[in-house]
């Protein structure tokens, strides 16, 4: 797989566009500018990859917005070592910004044949997350719980409960929540009890889809 110097070029123009629109955290601004976006998107739409767009990948889903990949990522404050689960792997893209910033990643995607092409993939271009599931991710991971950091790449209708019981104290769960429009919303757990709850405005993904089993 190339990365060439028009590559490179591209993507650090798409930095400075999401830094210009309002993303602060350097190490995921860093990120952004080091990951070759376009590896994780079919060939023949590779002049897509680098704008700030999301894009349609195979079964149905899409790759999500960089703008929003960099938005999230900075709502989770995210440390090297922090256990992060993210619910909705889709092409990886956003799993590999998780990888770079030195997090240990458990990822579930529920459609199987994106499953297994970027388990693969991920593999083959160098990011190992510590675990990836084929499964249902309203469920979230409880044998690998509790987690630093919850991140759902997938539009919620409501907010499962078990992702938030699998938070530890202190711990974030970032989630956009609603039907056809989604607000980005930050879960912090102050307590075994107790969650403080912010919203940071509209965003749109794909559906979080409930299992049918
Ligand atoms: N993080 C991805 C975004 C992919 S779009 C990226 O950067 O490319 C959202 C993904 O969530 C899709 O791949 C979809 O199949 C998956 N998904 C939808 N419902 C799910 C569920 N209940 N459990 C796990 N994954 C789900």
Redesign the pocket.
């Given at each position: 797989m190339k990365d060439n110097y028009r590559h490179q070029g591209k993507r650090k123009q798409l930095v400075e566009t999401v830094r210009a629109k309002g993303i602060k955290d350097e190490k995921v601004l860093t990120a952004i500018g080091k990951i070759p976006r376009h590896w994780?998107m079919d060939s023949s739409f590779e002049d897509h990859a680098y704008q700030d767009k999301a894009f349609p990948?195979a079964?149905d889903?899409?790759?999500?917005q960089p703008y929003t990949?960099a938005f999230q990522t900075e709502l989770l404050a995210v440390e090297k070592g922090d256990h992060i689960l993210?619910?909705?792997?889709?092409?990886?893209?956003?799993?590999a910004?998780l990888c770079e910033l030195g997090a240990k990643v458990f990822s579930?995607?529920?459609?199987q044949e994106?499953y297994k092409k970027t388990k693969l993939f991920l593999s083959k271009i160098g990011y190992r997350p510590k675990y990836m599931a084929f499964?249902?991710?309203?469920k979230g991971l409880p044998d690998y719980a509790p987690f630093d950091k919850v991140i759902v790449?997938?539009g919620a209708p409501f907010v499962p409960k078990p992702l938030l019981a699998q938070l530890k104290v202190g711990g974030k769960l970032v989630i956009p929540v609603g039907e056809n429009v989604q607000v980005m919303t930050l879960y912090t757990r102050t307590s075994a009890k107790s969650f403080e709850k912010k919203e940071f405005g509209e965003f749109r993904?794909?559906?979080?889809?409930?299992?049918k089993n």
């Open positions: 994780f990948i079964a889903q899409t790759i999500s990949v993210e619910i909705g792997t889709g092409s990886g893209y956003q799993t910004v579930i995607e529920r459609q994106l499964g249902d991710g309203y790449t997938a993904f794909v559906p979080l889809l409930e299992d």
